[in-house]
């Protein structure tokens, strides 16, 4: 594989000195600016080897880098061993930015990317950097494509409908929704670039992208005309007529391009510089008034309907029983001596998430992290690299599944032999305080995520800990399972907490070569009180799965966090036993007995 990852280099090198191009940035991104990408546009992976889900690759004619964040520093550390490609720490005071790196970098006159596959705003930050030091920017030539000559082609797998029943609203009733927000911004149209805007507007899923039920597709929306963009293979009868029912006009994929060329003077344009490629600002002709803003379409989708929030109440149950029964079997196997991998244990929780006929696939690749696996933030098994599961010490669990009523998100840290070190119990304690801390946060209307995440981290910084991944991430409704606008991390982010977002609370901790801790739950914001001080908001803890008493610290806990922590323990088991037989039953029942002083 290394050697591959030369010759890829050489090729792509070739292509650069005939282009005389210096420098050609590689984004993880696809031409829909997707998170998880089809494998035909995996042109940052093809080219390094590094297979994260972020990260952005520079090579140039004497070195290549990739640049990425913390929670793939050990990964990339490993699989770009032997590429001759250098891992670029983000974050760190000592790595610059891409754009400083190729200004600084003697010889650089031109650097290349691809339109397609870079977001306007990003676009935008290089061309301001590269303007200002006299570096010219080259962005029609996709010369990964070139290279990557046995790239397979763009998926076309049908699209099928997102019935009424489990979406809430219609396509007809989201078209005039999103028009009038439009509206209420003085705009009358927008492209819809992004794969799970699109689904979500025309309630449609597909196949097309591993764990995410989206399709390849564009759309445009302008006042009196509704469009979507794909390849007719993709487009069975039954969908034909759902859009025709729904009043949405259908065209050939690639030419939603022409169309936004041609779009009228009068043309008041709704434009989200980061959820727009760099082609599409291209190629907004002149006359056509841009409003730069977030898409509407992304807020709307964020606040979940009531239709969708009984849907994730719903699936939470059926996905909870699913995972007692996987954590029932995987106590019986490693008590009987068997030791499965942590590439079989993800398999097998499949199956038993399979068992619900509401169930489509996993919601992202489970991240089981056996020992010091468990602190690989985004570790990935495989046959090869995978830990043998012994009836001892600590296992992650990152997990998921994509179901018609909603999408799963859930994490947790167990003992294996439910004796667990006075080490290992105090740090899964820090980590459960800030969980809990944060599932019982009141704030005001206005808020943003990152003023609530020092809640989940206050107990690991008293006692000078830290982890380098965010709080929490939006979650689609069987959309993507990392969904915006909305998160909670230490960075700002302006998107303020409103009633109907559903996030994640996933607070850890990771100790190099000896274990990790992660508790991650799904919350759902929603309205608390009104008053004098105006309105207040709390969460709703969704998730139901129950949490390893062995591994708290009681003296750690304060009243209140005890209290918030049997009362959870209490309601999974109210809320999940009545799907299980009753030895399953009862073997949760003991799982979440109270704990007491």
């Known amino acids: 594989m290394k050697e591959n990852i030369k010759e890829r280099l050489k090729a792509l090198r070739g292509a650069m000195k005939r282009e005389q191009i210096d420098a050609y940035i590689v984004p993880s991104s696809d031409h829909h600016l997707s998170e998880y990408t089809p494998t035909c546009w995996k042109h940052r992976e093809w080219i390094t080897g590094f297979n994260g889900s ?62 397609k596959s870079m977001s306007t705003a990003e676009a935008l930050r290089y061309k301001k950097v590269l303007d200002i030091a006299g570096i010219e920017m080259v962005t029609e030539k996709d010369l990964i494509s070139e290279v990557y000559t046995d790239a397979p082609e763009i998926p076309r797998n049908p699209f099928f409908i997102m019935p009424t029943k489990y979406a809430g609203l219609t396509t007809k009733e989201k078209v005039a929704n999103v028009r009038a927000a439009l509206e209420t911004k003085g705009a009358n149209a927008i492209i819809i670039n992004m794969l799970c805007e699109l689904a979500w507007l025309f309630n449609i899923r597909s196949n097309d992208v591993a764990f995410n039920p989206v399709g390849i597709g564009y759309g445009l929306l302008t006042k009196d005309q509704v469009t979507l963009y794909a390849f007719p293979e993709k487009l069975p009868d039954e969908v034909r007529q759902h859009l025709k029912e729904n009043g949405v006009n259908i065209k050939p994929y690639e030419a939603v391009y022409a169309d936004v060329a041609a779009l009228p003077k009068k043309t008041v344009l709704s434009f989200d510089p980061a959820r727009n490629n760099y082609a599409f600002y291209r190629a907004i002709p002149e006359g056509v008034t841009v409003i730069e803003q977030l898409s509407p379409i992304t807020l709307l989708k964020a606040v979940k309907n009531e239709t969708e929030h009984q849907g994730y109440v719903n699936v939470m149950k059926r996905d909870g029983a699913a995972l007692t029964r996987f954590f029932i079997w995987l106590e019986k196997t490693l008590e009987s001596g068997e030791t499965p991998t942590e590439y079989e244990v993800g398999i097998q929780l499949a199956k038993f998430r399979a068992m619900d006929e509401q169930y489509v696939n996993d919601s992202f690749a489970p991240i089981a992290g056996y020992r010091d696996h468990g602190a690989i933030v985004h570790y990935s098994a495989t046959p090869e690299s995978s830990h043998k599961l012994q009836h001892n010490g600590m296992f992650l669990l990152d997990s998921g599944g994509q179901y018609y009523d909603g999408t799963t998100d859930i994490t947790r840290t167990i003992s294996l032999d439910g004796k667990p070190t006075a080490e290992e119990k105090a740090d899964y304690t820090r980590v459960l305080k800030g969980h809990i801390q944060l599932a019982t946060a009141i704030f005001p209307e206005g808020t943003r995520g990152s003023q609530l995440d020092i809640l989940a981290r206050k107990a690991l910084w008293d006692n000078s800990q830290n982890y380098g991944h965010g709080t929490g991430h939006g979650v689609g409704y069987f959309l993507n399972v990392h969904e915006g606008p909305q998160n909670i991390r230490m960075d700002e982010n302006p998107t303020v907490l409103q009633p109907g977002m559903v996030t994640s609370n996933e607070p850890g901790i990771y100790i190099t070569g000896k274990y990790g801790i992660r508790i991650e739950n799904l919350i759902y914001t929603k309205p608390h009180s009104e008053g004098d001080f105006g309105k207040f908001f709390c969460f709703e803890t969704l998730t139901l799965c129950y949490l390893d008493n062995s591994l708290v610290d009681l003296p750690q806990l304060t009243d209140k966090e005890l209290e918030w922590y049997n009362n959870y323990q209490e309601r999974v088991y109210r809320e999940v036993s009545p799907l299980l037989n009753s030895d399953e039953a009862a073997w949760l029942k003991a799982k979440t007995a109270p704990l007491s002083r």
């Open 54 to 115: 972020a990260g952005t690759a520079v090579v140039a004619m004497d070195e290549a880098g990739l640049w990425t964040d913390s929670r793939y520093f050990l990964q990339a550390t490993q699989q770009l061993e032997g590429t001759t490609i250098d891992l670029r720490k983000e974050g760190l005071p000592e790595t610059p930015s891409i754009a400083d790196y190729l200004r600084t970098k003697k010889g650089v006159k031109r650097v290349g990317f691809f339109e």
